[in-house]
């Protein structure tokens, strides 16, 4: 063999597009593929064209009895496309190289090559089946579209030191693989979105998995029967994603009048009562979340929406499982110009912006960034920027009536219960005196 080595001191590792008896596509091949295509379209003379379904753009790999070189550390390598039976590639390195090609480069491959299928592929959104649809034929545990929500950082109504922020932190958890290795902590990070109806928490899930490029899994508690569905739910879903429980307060009892229900139902013994699958529901998403099961699996965010913050129990929320919690609030000036630029085209000018300014940053007016949005819609195609510009105004003035009638009425409210009350104090006082 030293003799042969002297002569030809190359090693050769093929790699066949399908392999074992049930003529299965190789993973490691289409990795290789995907990894090779970055440098196929400039430097191979013949070149094919690969794409598939949900495939954001045409992918370019050497074709057949091609070759193209590789360098990782310093080494050079040879890639090669050949065809016999099957299709397959070649790699050859010099045998003083063995060691770094196999330990390191191989892995480095891998690595890439995956980022290159996550960059290449079209995104997903999947939403979980019900129970009993997960056996039979090619029957899954999710189901899934193409994600194609247009939101960004840039067109989301919300002030830039706070959008910058979360994509500081976005950024931060996605490079933080040996990070959070070191410090022994499964790598996932938790979310809780909070604001009234309208505030945009949904398009900020969309934000975030647009700017990471990641899946969606929109998870359904009211569908999933117990603990153990939750838990094949949840092992199933991938890397790169964000799971989502939209309004978390509706789908789990989280209110804390859990003892008192448990109690009304503790007359049935035999059966196990709603109150506690719930429970255990509950006790589920807190184990994947930050128990044991949390380390099935990396680089997945966690984001729970909620209209009542207030609502949620303590233990759900807290730093570890929810780390970061971000408040979607009212529309204030600096979300307005951002809604004015997406919707109008129109920049900070004239005496229109200085009003409404005025209106909800002096005069606290509360009004959703949904509902801006919708007044500064124009209503035709030519309708004017200063005709939506008013129309915002005039909403505006009138959300802040509609405010003031509502303290006059809660203030009227509140009167009206002193006064019983009192009249009850009265008649209490009035019978002591008659006996």
Excluded at 22 to 27: L, P, Q, T
Excluded at 205 to 220: G, H, K, T
Excluded at 417 to 423: G, L, P, W
């Amino acid at each position: 063999q030293r003799f042969i080595n002297l002569f030809y001191p190359y090693i050769q590792i093929k790699f066949f597009e399908y392999s074992g008896e049930r003529f299965e596509r190789n993973d490691d091949y289409a990795t290789i593929q995907n990894y090779l295509s970055k440098d196929s379209s400039s430097r191979a003379n013949k070149l094919r064209a690969n794409t598939s379904k949900g495939s954001k753009s045409i992918v370019l790999s050497m074709d057949d009895h091609e070759e193209i070189t590789d360098e990782f550390k310093g080494v050079k390598v040879w890639w090669l496309s050949k065809t016999e039976e099957s299709r397959f590639y070649i790699l050859k390195f010099h045998v003083r190289d063995r060691q770094i090609i196999t330990n390191r480069y191989l892995d480095h491959i891998r690595k890439e090559g995956k980022k290159m299928e996550v960059k290449n592929r079209g995104r997903k959104l999947y939403s979980n089946n019900p129970s009993q649809n997960w056996s039979g034929y090619n029957q899954t545990k999710w189901s899934h579209v193409t994600f194609e929500h247009p939101a960004t950082f840039d067109t989301l109504a919300m002030e830039n030191e706070k959008k910058e922020e979360i994509k500081n932190d976005l950024t931060k958890f996605s490079n933080s693989q040996d990070y959070y290795k070191r410090i022994g902590k499964a790598w996932k990070r938790g979310y809780l979105l909070h604001g009234p109806p309208g505030t945009g928490k949904s398009t900020m899930v969309a934000a975030m998995a647009n700017f990471l490029d990641y899946d969606v899994y929109d998870l359904e508690l009211t569908t999933v029967k117990d603990n153990t569905e939750l838990r094949r739910l949840l092992i199933e879903t991938s890397g790169k994603s964000i799971i989502v429980i939209e309004d978390i307060d509706c789908s789990l009892d989280l209110t804390g009048q859990r003892k008192q229900k448990k109690e009304e139902e503790e007359d049935d013994e035999d059966e196990i009562s709603p109150i506690e699958k719930q429970m255990k529901k509950e006790k589920g998403l807190l184990n994947f979340i930050d128990g044991l099961w949390s380390a099935c699996g990396g680089e997945r965010i966690i984001v729970f929406t909620t209209n009542f913050i207030d609502k949620l129990d303590p233990a759900l929320i807290r730093k570890g499982r929810m780390d970061k919690h971000i408040e979607m609030s009212y529309c204030g000036f600096e979300a307005f110009k951002v809604l004015a630029m997406n919707y109008l085209y129109a920049e900070e000018e004239g005496e229109l912006f200085q009003e409404i300014k005025k209106l909800l940053e002096v005069e606290k007016i509360k009004m959703t960034p949904a509902n801006v949005g919708e007044n500064l819609l124009m209503k035709t195609e030519h309708e004017a920027k200063e005709t939506c510009l008013k129309r915002l105004i005039v909403a505006l003035k009138e959300e802040k009536e509609e405010a003031k009638k509502r303290v006059e009425e809660e203030e009227k409210k509140k009167e009206k219960e002193k006064d019983i009350k009192r009249k009850r104090r009265d008649d209490q006082r009035e019978k002591k005196e008659d006996i």
